[in-house]
């Protein structure tokens, strides 16, 4: 599967955005769906994940209450929403999918996922 992430830009610390990651060549929903993010100097950082037919989703610590992870298996689609951005968000956001199940603590390792978009960048300004 082939995954292309966007929705990426400038905004003002406290504004908000939606990641979007379009998936091609196979069957999205046979397709568990993990978001990340990597910040300049530091190693990529797992932020959620949600599950084939969108029931279950997984957060780290760090983002829960503020990010949302959705999908539109329609649309071979899935979302991230952030909420109350600061400068602490700036990074290089990435989506990442692997059929593996999600019920399992790897999944918030970088080298449990297969399929990999390119990253879209998120600069929040304060």
């Known amino acids: 599967v082939q995954l292309q992430a966007s929705g990426g830009g400038l905004v003002q610390a406290g504004d908000s955005l939606r990641l979007s990651c379009a998936a091609s060549?196979?069957?999205?929903?046979?397709?568990?769906v993990a978001w990340f993010r990597q910040a300049p100097g530091k190693e990529r950082e797992f932020l959620g994940a949600?599950?084939?037919?969108?029931?279950?989703?997984y957060y780290a610590e760090s983002i829960e209450g503020r990010f949302t992870i959705s999908r539109d298996n329609t649309k071979s689609t899935a979302y991230l929403q952030m909420n109350s951005l600061n400068a602490e968000d700036t990074a290089v956001y990435y989506c990442?999918?692997?059929?593996?199940?999600?019920?399992?603590?790897?999944?918030?390792?970088?080298?449990?996922?297969?399929?990999w978009g390119q990253g879209t960048l998120v600069t929040v300004s304060s």
């Open positions: 949600i599950n084939r037919r969108g029931y279950n989703t």
């Open positions: 060549g196979r069957t999205f929903s046979d397709y568990n």
């Open positions: 990442a999918a692997d059929p593996k199940s999600l019920n399992v603590p790897s999944r918030k390792i970088v080298g449990y996922y297969t399929y």
